[in-house]
């Protein structure tokens, strides 16, 4: 594998482990809110991120390399204090991450890694799936506005969330 290929894979390992620490730390704020529902719904978000950083891990493995572990930063939250802010700092995380995922499929293509051309095509429709689920509750938060019963209601269908494997290998799981 060539090393332009390999360092960003390692880097993406990062930036998935990295938006594991971001979701839980996103929980964190919304439990301390009594918002347990949408701390459920963080906390599984985080477990799909710990499935996408081991994903990268096992393609490496997959290809005879070593996947190189770097170290991740304290979560920045910003100044994320009202429901629809946490919610909004996760949809800019996305925003962020689906630029990166595009930037593989890019060296993918330059570099003519065929078997990373397919491999990363799962994580650019996963993104798609994910900016469009953090939108729709952002869009329910705003028209919720200051209707308390309401945000009471979209705390409890929150919690319904549940964890399914995610990752281009949960299916082969
Ligand atoms: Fe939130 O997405 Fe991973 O890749």
Redesign the pocket.
């Known amino acids: 594998m060539k090393d332009t290929v390999k360092n960003i894979l390692n880097k993406q390992i990062q930036e ?1 482990f990295y ?1 594991f620490y971001l979701y839980i730390a996103l929980a964190a704020r919304l439990e301390n809110m009594n918002l347990k529902g949408a701390a459920n719904w963080m906390q599984v ?1 985080a477990k ?2 710990n499935d ?1 950083a081991l994903g990268f891990f096992r393609f490496l493995v997959d290809r005879n390399e070593e996947p190189k572990l770097l170290a991740i930063s304290e979560p920045d939250l910003g100044s994320a204090k009202t429901i629809g802010e946490i919610f909004a700092s996760g949809l800019a995380h ?1 925003k962020h ?1 689906t630029a990166l ?1 595009g930037k593989i499929y890019e060296v993918a293509r330059e570099e003519k890694d065929y078997a990373l051309e397919s491999f990363i095509k799962w ?1 650019i429709d ?2 798609v799936e ?1 900016e469009a689920n953090a939108t729709a509750v952002i869009e329910k938060i705003k028209l919720i506005g200051n209707d308390g019963s309401a945000l009471y209601i979209l705390d409890q269908e929150l919690g319904a969330r549940a964890y399914v494997p995610s990752g281009p290998y949960a299916a082969k799981a």
Do not use: L, R
């Open positions: 998935e938006s978000q799909e991120e996408h996305e991450i995922i994580y996963e993104q994910e």
